[in-house]
């Protein structure tokens, strides 16, 4: 199955989350394990904590 197929059988829900992810993270997270894009939004929001205080 291609990524194109698998696009089809996602939930609307799924398709928002991973423009959400990929907008954050500026790449395509639609092929990212999910441990991949955990750690990378955590490295993100720890950058920002940073840069507040």
Known sequence: MNEQ???VFM???EKTLINKT???L???TSIMRL???IE???HVI???IKIEK
Request: a negative charge; zero cysteines.
């Open 46 to 48: 720890e950058s920002k």
């Open 5 to 7: 197929e698998k696009t």
């Open 40 to 42: 990378e939004l955590v």
């Open 11 to 13: 939930s609307e829900q």
């Open 26 to 28: 500026r790449k395509d």
């Open 35 to 37: 441990n991949d894009i």
């Open 22 to 24: 990929s907008s954050i």
